[in-house]
Antibody, heavy 118, light 110 residues
Framework: EVQLVESGGGLVQPGGSLRLSCAAS????????MSWVRQAPGKGLEWVANMKQDGSEKYYVDSAKGRFTISRDNAQNSLYLQMDSLRAEDTAVYYCARDRGYVATDFWGQGTLVTVSS | QTVVTQEPSFSVSPGGTVTLTCGLSSGSVSTSYYPSWYQQTPGQAPRTLIY???TRSSGVPDRFSGSILGNKAALTITGAQADDESDYYCMLYLGSGIRVFGGGTKLTVV
């Protein structure tokens, strides 16, 4: 059974940092592109970043460029999102997702809530 | 900036058929945008329904289908059921690694 379990969310002050983790199981992690998608309270989905199997390609939404870093550890079956210089508008549930190629997502975790507030 | 457009809301009768669409603020949607569709009920994680225009994700019933209709991507639900009442999001691949979600359609089954 495919499982994606996010952790690392919480309350952080504006300008602060947070590192999200996603533990994957039930599939060959190293064979898949992986993504982070977020959803602000009461709002729609927003793709944030994704990463190729070997880490050689990474892509970000404009609002995340220069502040967020996606990474992975294939030996640990884990995906990460380092978030720096956090802003109030980064407040959202962050979902880890397995990609179908590099163009879509086919399986989602349950999400972790990040709240940026003073 | 490219905006992906969806109907804000739609309603369908139980047993009926509904088609939700996904367009672009400028230009036409084609299979080259690899449209995908996601279903989300309140408080739950999204669920993938369709990817690459018309391929159903694992476990998705065949009453959900994807296509290109005119200049938009489309998700058709036939034989609507009460538990189809959800938010539906499309996503398009814009190239150069960039993906964009539409604003979502709130589907009511009444």
């Amino acid at each position: 059974e495919v499982q994606l379990v996010e952790s690392g969310g919480g309350l952080v002050q504006p300008g602060g940092s947070l590192r999200l983790s996603c533990a994957a199981s039930g599939f060959i992690f190293s064979s898949y592109w992986m993504s982070w998608v977020r959803q602000a309270p009461g709002k729609g989905l927003e793709w944030v970043a994704n990463m190729k199997q070997d880490g050689s390609e990474k892509y970000y939404v404009d609002s995340a460029k220069g502040r967020f870093t996606i990474s992975r550890d294939n030996a640990q079956n884990s995906l990460y999102l380092q978030m720096d210089s956090l802003r109030a508008e980064d407040t959202a549930v962050y979902y880890c997702a397995r990609d179908r190629g590099y163009v879509a997502t086919d399986f989602w975790g349950q999400g972790t809530l990040v709240t940026v507030s003073s | 900036q490219t905006v992906v457009t969806q109907e804000p809301s739609f309603s369908v009768s139980p047993g009926g058929t509904v088609t939700l669409t996904c367009g672009l603020s400028s230009g036409s949607v084609s299979t080259s945008y690899y449209p995908s569709w996601y279903q989300q009920t309140p408080g739950q994680a999204p669920r993938t329904l369709i990817y690459s225009t018309n391929t159903r994700s694992s476990g998705v019933p065949d009453r959900f289908s994807g296509s290109i209709l005119g200049n938009k991507a489309a998700l058709t639900i036939t034989g609507a059921q009460a538990d189809d009442e959800s938010d539906y999001y499309c996503m398009l691949y814009l190239g150069s690694g960039i993906r964009v979600f539409g604003g979502g359609t709130k589907l009511t089954v009444v």
